[in-house]
């Protein structure tokens, strides 16, 4: 049974950091591509954030300069770090593995930007 589970969120001010991280348990998470992606209220859900099996990384141009994402294929983690919170970063935000055939998904976690 594959299982992603997130954890890090929660509410921050402008400006502030956080961490968000997803643990996978059921695949063999160093073959699959990671990504976080987010979903604000009344908007789809966009990709934030991805790394591939290589360590290459994508991100949208939103997030530039601000977010990092890494893994630890030894712990079967993927991390954002989230630095210079605006409050446009407010939304749930996912964790995904991808290889191409299979797609998974966590169960998200709140991410509150505000004053």
């Known amino acids: 049974q594959v299982q992603l589970v997130e954890s890090g969120g929660g509410l921050v001010q402008p400006g502030g950091s956080l961490r968000l991280s997803c643990g996978a348990s059921g695949i063999f998470f160093r073959v699959y591509t990671l990504g976080w992606y987010r979903q604000a209220p009344g908007k789809q859900r966009e990709l934030v954030a991805e790394?591939?099996?290589?360590?290459?990384?994508d991100y949208a141009d939103s997030v530039k300069g601000r977010f990092t994402i890494s893994r630890v294929n030894a712990k079967n983690t993927v991390y954002l770090q989230m630095n210079s919170l605006k409050p446009e970063d407010t939304a749930v935000y996912y964790c995904?593995?991808?290889?191409?055939?299979?797609?998974?998904w966590g169960q998200g976690t709140q991410v509150t930007v505000s004053s």
């Open positions: 790394i591939t099996s290589g360590g290459t990384t």
């Open positions: 995904n593995a991808a290889n191409g055939r299979n797609d998974y």
